[in-house]
């Protein structure tokens, strides 16, 4: 990233304020600037904060959020669980399946219901480390999950396989849902206009 190139990138945004990130990037290549180049240059200083960048479409309504990509957590960890749920009951148990078997099982149990529920607690990313979330995860799964299995001694399915999985699973889609719906007021909240918009900070 040279000086020259984020002059440039600096000077059309200040020419052409509320200009979309591709428009720019031709902008700059049509004055000499590479159009590789010009695109790192914009993640470079979008990276620095020195620019700031705004969804060209951003969700209108909670839906629209969640099939989004701004839901891609709840997407994974979903998929997580159906593959779970898969090698459960339609995998045999056998070498290799029943390594990635116990893999699952142990990120279904002792990751996902905790982390589904750290995420609709504190939906801003900003609000804890990565390493607090992860921590944070684990120890709400380690409660969480045997409350459940606490909960289904007093039922008539008791604690058994299928009934377990059906619980730790809807609880985790459930958690995920309130978080989705948490963040997207979050997000509603912060955005202010339409469009890839660059503008200096």
Do not use: C
Not at 26 to 32: F, H, K, L, T, Y
Not at 53 to 59: G, K, T
Not at 111 to 117: D, F, R, V
């Amino acid at each position: 990233m040279s000086d020259e190139g984020i002059e440039l990138i600096l000077g059309v945004i200040k020419e052409n304020p509320g200009l979309a990130v591709a428009e720019l990037v031709d902008i700059a290549a049509g004055r000499g600037l590479g159009p590789d180049e010009a695109a790192r240059t914009v993640y470079e200083l979008w990276k620095e904060g020195r620019i700031s960048l705004e969804d060209v479409e951003p969700p209108r309504d909670t839906l629209r959020y969640l099939l989004s990509h701004y839901s891609a957590g709840f997407w994974l960890s979903t998929f997580v669980l159906l593959l779970t749920v898969l090698y459960i009951y339609l995998i045999p148990n056998v070498v290799p399946h029943n390594y990635i078997r116990m893999a699952l099982g142990f990120v279904t149990a002792l990751y996902l219901p905790g982390s589904a529920l750290i995420e609709a607690l504190y939906p801003k990313e900003d609000e804890l480390e990565p390493l607090e979330r992860l921590a944070l995860s684990i120890g709400l799964s380690l409660a969480l999950t045997p409350l459940i299995g606490f909960v289904l001694n007093y039922t008539p399915w008791g604690i058994r396989l299928l009934p377990i999985t059906v619980s730790i699973t809807l609880t985790t889609v459930l958690l995920g849902l309130a978080s989705v719906q948490r963040k997207f007021t979050y997000f509603r909240l912060r955005v202010e206009t339409l469009g890839v918009l660059v503008a200096e900070s």
